[in-house]
T-cell receptor, first 110, second 114 residues
């Protein structure tokens, strides 16, 4: 039962352009959402989060948007850099658990 | 230098053998977690512990066991009962186990059972 879905397994963008990674969830009890970045053979590292009381959160080049009615969140990276190439996981949590999507592999081409 | 360490990075075992994966944190976090990652799948929760001497089963606990005797340590044993043990195992911790907290991950252990 996949409660958090990332339907695009991969995404390729040109350096300097915008990367948009998408995530959908099914459980309306989720109220805190996170994005993690993972390089090969390493553990994921926290990138950015958003609470359900907000619809947008920015941190430098990274912005997360939340659409509660659609149960959809997205991560925008502007401008994309080759060092952003990694697997990005979205995660959703309720009161005491966290569920992860399958990840989207982002490749930023120079 | 605070963080989470997992050892070893790569582990090979014969089928039918139990194997224990180490996870240590010096972040003074109360909660610790074990996840399993398989190709094309998200991180799936095996076990979690919100406090010392207490732990709960996650979604895929069958064939695994854990202990939490110290705040810093949360070892995972993959038993011979686990049908598909070959995977990448990740340990994580968070300040508390409320769910509204970012989790900090270790570098992972890749277990191969043949």
């Amino acid at each position: 039962d996949q409660q958090v879905k990332q339907n695009s397994p991969s995404l390729s963008v040109q350096e300097g352009r915008i990367s948009i990674l998408n995530c959908d969830y099914t459980n309306s009890m989720f109220d805190y959402f996170l994005w993690y970045k993972k390089y090969p053979a390493e553990g994921p590292t926290f990138l950015i989060s958003i609470s359900s009381i907000k619809d947008k959160n920015e941190d430098g080049r990274f912005t997360v948007f939340l659409n509660k009615s659609a149960k959809h969140l997205s991560l925008h990276i502007v401008p994309s850099q080759p060092g952003d190439s990694a697997v990005y996981f979205c995660a959703a949590s309720g009161s005491n658990d966290m569920r992860f999507g399958a990840g989207t592999r982002l490749t930023v081409k120079p | 230098d605070g963080g989470i360490t997992q050892s070893p990075k790569y582990l090979f075992r014969k089928e039918g053998q139990n194997v224990t994966l180490s996870c240590e944190q010096n972040l003074n976090h109360d909660a610790m977690y074990w996840y399993r990652q398989d190709p094309g799948q998200g991180l799936r929760l095996i076990y979690y512990s919100q406090i010392v001497n207490d732990f709960q089963k996650g979604d895929i606990a069958e064939g695994y066991s854990v202990s939490r005797e110290k705040k810093e340590s949360f070892p995972l044993t993959v038993t011979s009962a686990q049908k598909n043990p070959t995977a990448f195992y990740l340990c994580a911790s968070s300040i508390t186990g409320t769910g509204h907290m970012e989790q900090y991950f270790g570098p992972g252990t890749r277990l191969t059972v043949t």
